[in-house]
């Protein structure tokens, strides 16, 4: 199963939102965001909550499910 960073990626890379803008968005450094992404690091629960709740982005939308 594909870890949910590596799908927020896609989605973002597909819908072309920056790395920048959800970092802002959510209070999260930009390095911390990027390595997260990439598979350097995990992203926390908290992490992921925070780009949910400042974001448009749903987290169907992440799942690719309608």
Do not use: C, H, P, W
């Amino acid at each position: 199963m594909r870890k949910v960073q590596y799908m927020l990626a896609d989605y973002m890379k597909k819908n072309g939102i920056t790395i920048s803008f959800v970092a802002d968005a959510a209070g999260i450094k930009y390095e911390l965001l990027r390595r997260s992404l990439n598979g350097n690091r995990v992203m926390t629960a908290d992490e992921l909550a925070a780009i949910l709740m400042s974001t448009n982005i749903t987290f169907k939308d992440i799942l690719g499910r309608d």
